[in-house]
T-cell receptor, first 113, second 117 residues
Framework: AQTVTQSQPEMSVQEAETVTLSCTYDTSESNYYLFWYKQPPSRQMILVIRQEAYKQQNATENRFSVNFQKAAKSFSLKISDSQLGDTAMYFCAFRINDYKLSFGAGTTVTVRA | GAVVSQHPSRVICKSGTSVKIECRSLDFQATTMFWYRQFPKQSLMLMATSNEGSKATYEQGVEKDKFLINHASLTLSTLTVTSAHPEDSSFYIC?????????????FGEGSWLTVV
């Protein structure tokens, strides 16, 4: 079984600054995928970024980037130049080829004006 | 982009009754859909995998007779909460796996709030 751990229940960041969310996971699989999802107050799940485990290069999507440390089983998300619209709950997620997602407990991010 | 629609977005039902939630892929075919449950301020927990034309696969601890899942077509999966009780009140979210040509991406529906009174 896979587990995903997010140890930061809440994070607060000033607008335009950077915040890093941590995520660790545990698995015995060698081929897997990692994701960060954003869930704003509307509750719609929005994919922020994905990382294939076989890729060494860290994924980047505009202001969002990850630090993927496979040996340490760590997958942190960095939000640069934070915007008010980034306020949401962020979930780290993991899956293998069965497409079932295992989610962490989530981190609530609040961007302050 | 791909759209997954859930209906109803909010529903209130009386204790002991059944309620059906639909998950529909609007512009693609989905042989596999997933149902998740999310309590307030908590994470999403996978309830079951819905496979078109076959029985759903339930996660450990999920009562299959209480949460009936039907995936009768390539674009529609339904979740029926039978004999609902107040503890079944929750946010239910479906997701659908895009099969071909879109990199096996997963798309989420907007979710459905169920309140049992």
């Amino acid at each position: 079984a896979q587990t995903v751990t997010q140890s930061q229940p809440e994070m607060s960041v000033q607008e335009a600054e950077t915040v890093t969310l941590s995520c660790t996971y545990d698995t015995s699989e060698s081929n897997y995928y990692l994701f960060w999802y954003k869930q704003p107050p509307s509750r719609q799940m929005i994919l922020v970024i994905r990382q294939e485990a076989y890729k060494q290069q860290n994924a980047t999507e505009n202001r969002f980037s990850v630090n993927f440390q496979k040996a340490a089983k760590s997958f942190s998300l960095k939000i640069s130049d934070s915007q008010l619209g980034d306020t949401a709950m962020y979930f780290c997620a993991f899956r293998i080829n069965d497409y079932k997602l295992s989610f962490g407990a989530g981190t609530t991010v609040t961007v302050r004006a | 982009g791909a759209v997954v629609s859930q209906h109803p977005s909010r529903v209130i039902c009386k204790s002991g009754t059944s309620v059906k939630i639909e998950c529909r892929s609007l512009d693609f075919q989905a042989t596999t859909m997933f149902w998740y449950r999310q309590f307030p301020k908590q994470s999403l927990m996978l309830m079951a995998t819905s496979n078109e034309g076959s029985k759903a696969t339930y996660e450990q601890g999920v009562e299959k007779d209480k949460f009936l899942i039907n995936h009768a077509s390539l674009t529609l999966s339904t979740l029926t909460v039978t004999s609902a009780h107040p503890e079944d009140s929750s946010f239910y979210i479906c997701s659908a796996r895009v099969n071909v040509g879109r990199g096996n991406t997963i798309y989420f529906g907007e979710g459905s709030w169920l309140t049992v009174v």
